[in-house]
């Protein structure tokens, strides 16, 4: 599957006073990765949830830390669904930063998101027809 790729700055709230940024918004960045690769696929998260009564609330998250970010970095996030079933997706990103005098992008962090299909009252139910279609037609490109 092709990576969606999503560009961000690092900005000077994320960061401590040495300019480096705080580890949890790592998190917060796969998210943004994660909804733009729903938006590319045709479809947005509210209208998930709005339409089709479908919740996508994270059940597990791991990140990887190889380099620090920092204020004014701009960073490219690589988002991929690496699993699917039929109530549970797997995302899995990249985090890259291209800085002055390196050749190639530094790796910032790989991280992972698992996540189950519910709806408003919590209970595990399919992911609706149309998006699973979308990602496992990306899955197979």
Request: glycine share 4%; charged share 25%; proline share 6%.
């Amino acid at each position: 599957m092709p990576p969606s790729t999503t560009t961000i700055r690092v900005r000077y709230a994320e960061t401590d006073q040495m300019g480096v940024a705080y580890y949890a918004n790592y998190f917060i960045w796969c998210e943004i990765g994660r909804v733009e690769l729903l938006r590319q696929l045709g479809f947005e998260y509210k209208q998930m949830e709005l339409e089709h009564n479908c919740h996508l609330p994270v059940v597990e998250a791991s990140c990887r830390y190889k380099s620090p970010a920092r204020y004014d970095d701009l960073i490219t996030i690589e988002t991929r669904v690496s699993g699917l079933r039929t109530s549970v997706i797997k995302f899995s990103y990249r985090l890259l930063c291209s800085r002055d005098g390196e050749p190639e992008p530094v790796l910032l962090a790989d991280a992972e998101t698992v996540h189950v299909s519910v709806d408003r009252n919590m209970q595990k139910c399919p992911l609706p027809e149309p998006y699973l279609s979308a990602i496992r037609g990306r899955l197979e490109e």
